[in-house]
């Protein structure tokens, strides 16, 4: 399918443009194409600042529009996992508005589209750890690599391993374990 795709682009390319043209744009289609199988990477500033003064902002894609929906209930951010996240009407009218737009089951992404099927049969998750494909791609971790590594401390700390989860890319060739030699999954 991937070849049939990128021969259909090449021979488009071929006919508009010059070689150099046609080289640069399959460039950026495939970087494009490559790209859709991590998450759109956050580029809302409320989302950023809000979420991101006190935990890693979490690409969108990670949840469902159900668990966005009951994390950023009025009520439930007074008590966010044990701190009050409060937001001004129009911040979370703009937060809401962007990951709502954005969660795994509006989502084109390939992993977004994975972690929307493996929630499908279950009440919507609260917690990123809690969604079943996430749990199935970390399964090897024992304690040490996690629990109990000063530098992680837990799976909800994903920037701590992933080493590209600012730009939303958390492919295995990215993950680095702090105190861990090499880890390949």
């Known amino acids: 399918m991937k070849k049939v795709l990128v021969s259909a682009v090449l021979a488009g390319l071929a006919c508009s443009a010059t070689p150099l043209q046609a080289e640069e744009s399959m460039t950026d289609w495939l970087f494009t194409l490559d790209r859709m199988k991590e998450f759109r990477p956050i580029d809302n ?7 991101g003064a006190c935990h890693f902002a979490y690409p969108p894609g990670l949840l469902t529009e159900a668990s966005w929906n009951k994390l950023l209930n009025p009520v ?3 008590d966010h996992f044990g701190e009050n996240a409060e937001l001004d009407d129009e911040t979370l009218a703009d937060i809401e508005a962007f ?8 989502s084109y992404y390939k992993r977004s589209r994975k972690i929307t099927r493996s929630v499908a049969n279950i009440e919507a998750p609260m917690r ?3 969604v079943p494909y996430i749990k199935r791609k970390h399964h090897e971790l ?7 590594n000063n530098d992680v401390r837990s799976l909800s700390n994903c920037n701590a391993c992933h080493t590209k989860a600012e730009q939303a890319v ?7 374990i702090p105190n861990f030699e090499e880890w390949d999954d």
């Open 99 to 106: 990951v709502i737009y954005n969660s795994a089951d509006k």
């Open 128 to 130: 990123i750890t809690e």
């Open 170 to 176: 958390f492919d295995d060739d990215t993950v680095r």
């Open 142 to 148: 024992t304690d040490a690599m996690v629990l109990n």
């Open 76 to 78: 439930a951010l007074e």
């Open 45 to 51: 500033d409320n989302y950023a600042e809000e979420c």
